[in-house]
């Protein structure tokens, strides 16, 4: 970052300091509403936003897995994306339509440690799916594919799932 952005460094800086202490101990759902108010109430956008994927996963599980997006020069996407939760792109996890298509779920996206995501990089994302029900086959190890259209836009590979640890209406 550079110093003519003091606010957008601060606020990544307390983003990612809130994103180190996410997995490392499980907090409770109360816990990370706290942190949702305060980072709103400092307009700390970014922080604020971290805190209401943490309450998200902690409602509906955690999907963790490596992504890879395809290069600029193969792909539709030309330009990088905010890593904080705004992306919702369309994933292939396996089942097919009746005429043999895949089946693409949508899931919102999070790149951990990174503001923005460049086509052609990888990172560790996290994923929230719009309807967790449908994602209860998936498995570590598995792959799946990111689309924003019907073209493949990334490759994933499924590092960890984590069921929810309260209940959805929380």
């Known amino acids: 970052m550079t110093a003519s952005f003091p606010a957008l460094e601060r606020s990544t800086r307390s983003s990612a300091l809130l994103e180190e202490l996410g997995d490392g101990h499980p907090r409770p759902l109360s816990f990370w509403q706290a942190l949702t108010t305060a980072a709103e109430q400092m307009h700390l956008e970014r922080s604020a936003a971290w805190c209401r994927w943490r309450c998200y996963e902690i409602r509906h599980g955690i999907i963790r897995a490596d992504l890879t997006l395809r290069p600029a020069h193969d792909a539709r996407r030309q330009t990088p994306f905010s890593g904080a939760g705004v992306l919702r792109p369309m994933w292939n996890i396996g089942p097919r339509t009746p005429t043999g298509e895949p089946h693409l779920y949508v899931a919102g ?11 052609g990089g990888r990172a560790t994302v996290r994923l929230a799916p719009l309807s967790p029900s449908n994602w209860q086959r998936l498995r570590p190890g598995q792959a799946i594919t990111m689309h924003e259209d019907r073209t493949v836009a990334g490759t994933a590979i499924v590092l960890d799932i984590q069921r929810p640890s309260a209940p959805a209406d929380s």
Not at 109 to 119: D, G, I, R, S
Request: charged share 20%; no cysteine; glycine share 0%.
């Open 109 to 119: 996206l999070w790149v951990e440690f990174a503001p923005f995501m460049e086509p």
